[in-house]
């Protein structure tokens, strides 16, 4: 966060000087000369650009896979896309830090900065894996060539498995000139203040996740992915080497906080959304020790349903096939929450908080704002859940939020993976009690330093947790089923970061026990529709009109 604020000057003015207004996203020019960038002399304020855009970018790809995955309500978690729904996400990206990653790439390639142009390569792999993991095939090759001495403005579309294969060969040449001696010094670096031993762990880890997530359509992946496992410490193995974008706590005089605390505790009333039932009931359910980090409620007040006021504001009531609905009024849900059939006062006014949806409510959005279940202190930066509910206040909660990325975490659970369904060496088993308590250590860590009143949990807590999920997992007949439950834990380790459970889940079809939408518009989003503005404008889309994003996969998804 202290690195953010020191280049938020500068990097405002940077948002000026890249401010476009051109909508073609491959004809923007970020240089009066393409020969002679703007950035050459300052490298440190066009890579803080890029991490910031680039970020915010797989922000909006992270909390419509939560939708999708039904975690959060988006609208991906009634699968209603259309091609209007990333035109705004697609532009931005390809006109802003694509463009700028390709300034960088230029400015740092000669005379040679080895440490900038490794993470310019970098950050290329890791933006350009994840477009092909939402879109499948994508301008590439001839894109962003707008101001070339051979201009090309109708790019053609590349293979989705071609440009897999150049990110492979990036982060290749990333490690390559990360290990190239240079007395030049990285600034303006928001993800590891220019530590390039950590760089090389997210390049190796990248590599990891892409070798995994061809895993299906690769001969070779077994070997490769193996050969990646072999030394763990040069992949991201402890909370230091997380690839995580840390927020601002600062409101003014650009508001860089996380996207979840300005819609939360924020000034817009109606920005929150809702999270989704499933995981909040079993979370409780399992006491889960991270329950009050993921969630702070709001409202003890019980809604009344034979109130006009107040029915129309009730979950599920203006559509049947409900599982969670009201929770507070929904007798097949105490138990599972509080442990019992007849709730005390307090244990009614602690359910009335717990008020989000069910995966694809149809309803509306009625005024009920004041009564929404919130995102807590883990990622958001909001608050701590303490025993009474309450209005939170606007930009009271600490705020410096965390967008965690790649963590830790998720590689323990690629090497999980590799383990269970290819026949990798190594105990799955000891790596997924690893993975549940480092993650809930990450998640106590950062709420309790966030935050005052945040309670640790007892050992004995953390204990009782884990010990459900290895009863569950020694129960497992098979290593499909073991991964299955692997994958479930991973989907309640996603608050906050919605794509690896995504992607898992289309690579694996686990977990299978998350709850159906109640009223699907459309099949299960395979990928994300390509954007209306793109097929109009190039020509070189039509092929692509046709696409649906329901039912043709990604070349990885077999």
Known sequence: MKLLNKYIGSFALILVLFVVTNCKIFDLDIND??????????????LTNIEYTLTQGVFTFSDQSLGIMGLYSTGGDGFGYSQTSFNGTWNNL?????????????????????????????LKAWAISNMVDMWGDLPYSQALKGDAADAVTDPSFDKDADIYADCFKLLDDATKNFGISSAV??????????????????????????????RLVNGSAKSEIE??????????STSADDFQFQYSKAKNPQDYRHPWYQDGYGASQYGLTYMLHQNVVEMLEQKDPRTPFYYR??????????????????????????TYGYIVLNPNMWPRVIGTSTPTTAQNEFMAGLFGRDRADPAGVPQDSDFRLMAGVYPAGGFYDVTAAGLPGTDKAPGGGIFPIITSVNTLYYRIEAILALGSAGDARALFVSAIKDHIKKVV????????????????????????????????????GKLNLALKQLWASSMGSGIEIYNAY???????????PINPTRGFPLRLPYPQAELTLNPNAANYKAVAFDKDPIFWDK
């Open 33 to 46: 000369d393409p020969n002679n960038p703007v950035s050459i002399s300052s490298p440190e304020l066009l």
């Open 94 to 122: 390809y006109s802003g830090p694509l463009k700028d990653i390709e300034g960088l790439i230029a400015a740092s390639s000669d005379p040679i900065n080895p440490k900038y142009l490794g993470i310019a390569q970098v």
């Open 185 to 214: 010094s990285v600034a303006g670096d928001l993800f590891y203040a220019g530590n390039i031993s950590r760089w090389t762990k997210l390049a190796n880890t990248l590599k990891l996740r892409l070798k995994l997530q061809t």
């Open 227 to 236: 050969a990646l496992m072999a030394d763990p410490a040069k992949l991201i």
């Open 297 to 322: 409620r709001q409202t003890k007040r019980i809604l009344d349903p034979a109130n006009p006021s107040d029915r129309g504001t009730i979950p599920c009531s203006q559509t049947s096939g409900c």
């Open 445 to 480: 860590d950062f709420g309790a330093a966030a935050d005052a009143n945040a309670v640790r949990p007892t050992t004995a807590a953390i204990d009782d947790y884990v010990k459900i999920w290895t009863d569950r997992w020694d129960a497992q007949p098979n290593s499909a």
């Open 506 to 516: 289309r690579r694996t079809g686990f977990p299978n026990t998350i709850q159906e």
